[in-house]
């Protein structure tokens, strides 16, 4: 069991930043693929990143290239989410995930979830 626990998240104007963490704890951290969802009212669940295991590969859905990035430090057993340039339509809540599977960022397959933190950009 992986437990999973997200911060960071609030409110901001349109173009500023913020950034997420997510504490992982109950296995070795190391092990584990790290990813970024989020859910917008009314829409489904739609992937933002990934991280593998080390840190050596990572993924960004098409809507956030350039914008976020993604970091991990395992010996914090933490997952970071730096989130430039907010938009409107970045508003949503922000879910972290975990999948135990090395060298993996893809966006399937991730069986952790915490329980979300708000992210919410005004116009």
């Known amino acids: 069991q992986v437990q999973l626990v997200e911060s960071g998240g609030g409110l901001v104007q349109a173009g500023g930043s913020l950034r997420l963490s997510c504490a992982a704890s109950?296995?070795?951290?190391?092990?584990?693929?790290m990813g970024w969802f989020r859910q917008a009212p009314g829409k489904d669940r739609e992937f933002v990143s990934a991280?593998?295991?080390?840190?050596?590969?990572?993924n960004y859905a098409d809507s956030v290239k350039g914008r976020f990035t993604i970091s991990r430090d395992n010996a914090k057993n933490t997952v970071y989410l730096q989130m430039n340039s907010l938009k409107p339509d970045d508003t949503a809540v922000y879910y972290c995930?975990?999948?135990?599977?090395?060298?993996?960022?893809?966006?399937?397959?991730?069986?952790?979830w915490g329980q979300g933190t708000q992210v919410t950009v005004s116009s």
């Open positions: 991280i593998s295991h080390n840190g050596g590969r990572t």
């Open positions: 995930a975990a999948r135990e599977r090395l060298y993996y960022s893809g966006t399937q397959g991730y069986g952790y």
């Open positions: 109950g296995r070795t951290f190391s092990n584990y693929a």
